[in-house]
């Protein structure tokens, strides 16, 4: 190989001079940059002053020779990887065989022949050569390998931060649907209120003239019917009037006018305990805490959904039993709690009303729906109050979703699928109390409501708009 482009930096280690200066001359003349050592301890400074590219290493010196060179400069990272080639006279097999083992690239044996020592210098430089080639190569190949990973992690990273983003907004979306479903919601409730307190407002005035003016209006016809009698004790009948009595049958008139007196006393008695029932159903002044008695509430919303209920003159609708106990009257924010007993008296009608029909439909009877209210006093001063149903009950995925926003399983128009959940918050959140159900397939649904009988001062004011989850509350299993 003639290429002198190389131009290595070449260290030669003899402690014979002659050999140091034939040498130097043969690779100077060739371009090679040739510095000497004349001892083994001179050769090591060298080469820790200034790595060369190559050594040529006698192997015979004093002091130190060639192996225990070789082997200290091995033995350092920094110059373990300089190629060494062996220089001795002698050629026994054994010394060659050592001298490659302690890590000696090649062995060149005296007296030199000039050819050999360049070819053999050459092929050691362009191996070097190759090797850093390959060593940087090598680096760069793994620098690149660490950039890539560098890259992939914070590819990875902003994908995880995307991700946990996206996932916050879908949160925050979901949130957003809820409270303004809730907006909704209790705004439809607090209209319905308002319009149910409106027309008792309006209807209440015109009922108070009936029925103030009713008791007079019964007194002046007694009054008048009894005038009747005594004239007609007092003197025979003219006959012209005879005939007027006859036509409008007058001893009917007496007969009936007190009995129709009466059963208007009774209609007008009727509007006004419904206009008292709306009243105390909206509660529209009683937004704040009040101190009231349940019963009133449940009652009034019962009478909400009487066209629902059996009546004592027919057969039809579900029929409801009161298991009332002896309640004092309980602190609460009494328009709310009343919209619990409203959810829950609908699902449960819902639920038995659905039943009937698919009975029908299948050319079942229908049964006797039955919604049993009982209301008591626990012994930790707890008001309990437990709505209980006939209806066809609940499976398990059912319940496990029961107080989750949104879920129903009604069709589309039916059921928003926000009762449960609004009333569960009013009552964990707003009352402080619980709210659990328990339902058998086929058997029926019964919703247990407890709160306390007095509310703490540091009640919030209004229903927060958090998810259950975040308020850490979990409904109980059912
Ligand atoms: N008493 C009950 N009997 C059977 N199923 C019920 C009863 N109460 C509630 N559910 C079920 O719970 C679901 C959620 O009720 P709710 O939150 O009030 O929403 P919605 O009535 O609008 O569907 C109902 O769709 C129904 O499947
Ligand atoms: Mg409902």
């Known amino acids: 190989m ?5 131009n290595g930096n070449i260290l030669i280690v003899d402690d014979k001079a002659d050999n140091l200066r034939l040498l130097s001359r043969m ?3 060739r371009g090679y940059e040739v510095r000497s050592a004349i001892s083994g301890s001179a050769a090591l400074m060298a080469v820790r002053a200034l790595p060369p590219d190559l050594i040529l290493l006698d192997i015979n010196m004093p002091a130190m020779n060639g192996y225990q060179v070789c082997e200290e400069l091995k033995a350092c990272e920094q110059t373990g990887a300089i ?13 060659k065989v050592k001298a490659f083992r302690i890590g000696g690239a090649d062995y060149i044996t005296k007296p030199f022949q000039v050819e050999e020592v360049l070819a053999r210098v050459e092929n050691q430089l362009t191996l070097r050569q190759m090797q850093l080639k390959l060593q940087r190569s090598n680096q760069k190949l793994m620098q690149e390998v660490q950039q890539r990973k560098r890259a992939q992690d914070i590819l990875q990273d902003s994908e995880a931060a995307l991700r946990q983003r996206t996932q916050e907004m879908e949160a925050a979306l979901e949130e957003l649907r809820l409270t303004q479903m809730q907006l909704v919601q209790s705004e439809k409730m607090s209209s319905l209120g308002q319009l149910v307190a409106g027309v008792a407002h ?42 007027q009595m006859d036509s409008i049958d007058l001893d009917f008139v007496k007969q009936d006018l007190p009995q129709l007196l009466e059963s208007m006393q009774v209609g007008i008695d009727r509007i006004m305990g419904i206009i008292r029932s709306l009243r105390t159903f909206s509660r529209l002044d009683e937004a704040d805490i009040k101190t009231v008695d349940l019963h009133d509430g449940l009652d ?29 009257r309980v602190e609460c924010y009494p328009g709310q709690l009343n919209q619990v007993f409203m959810n829950i008296l609908t699902n449960a009608l819902d639920a038995i009303e659905d039943e009937n029909s698919q009975r029908l439909a299948q050319g079942r009877s229908p049964q006797l729906g039955q919604i ?26 059912v319940q496990q979703r029961l107080f989750d926003p949104f879920f129903t399983t009604k069709p589309i128009g039916r059921g928003t699928g926000l009762g449960m959940s609004i009333s569960y918050r009013i009552i964990t959140e707003r009352h402080r109390g619980t709210l659990s159900c328990t339902s058998t397939l086929g058997q029926g649904t019964e919703f247990v409501i407890t709160i306390p009988l007095q509310q703490s001062q540091s009640q919030p004011q209004s229903l927060t708009m958090h998810g259950r989850e975040e308020a850490g509350l979990s409904p109980e299993p059912c």
Do not use: W
């Open 202 to 243: 309006e209807i209440n005035n015109p009922i108070n003239f009936i029925h103030g003016n009713l008791r007079p209006a019964r007194d002046y016809a007694e009054h008048l019917l009894m005038l009747i009698q005594a004239y007609q004790k007092s003197a025979p009948t003219p006959p012209e009037l005879q005939a």
């Open 2 to 6: 003639d290429d002198r482009s190389l």
């Open 372 to 397: 049993t209210i009982s209301t008591r006093i626990t012994e930790a001063q707890t008001v309990q109050i437990s709505i209980l149903d006939n209806g066809p009950g609940m499976p398990d995925s």
């Open 27 to 29: 690779l100077g003349q």
């Open 300 to 328: 009034s919303t019962l009478m909400i959904l009487s066209n629902r209920l059996k009546q004592e003159d027919n057969s039809d609708g579900v029929e409801i039993v009161k298991c009332y106990g002896d309640l004092p």
């Open 83 to 95: 190629p060494i080639i062996f220089l001795s006279a002698l050629s026994d097999t054994a010394d």
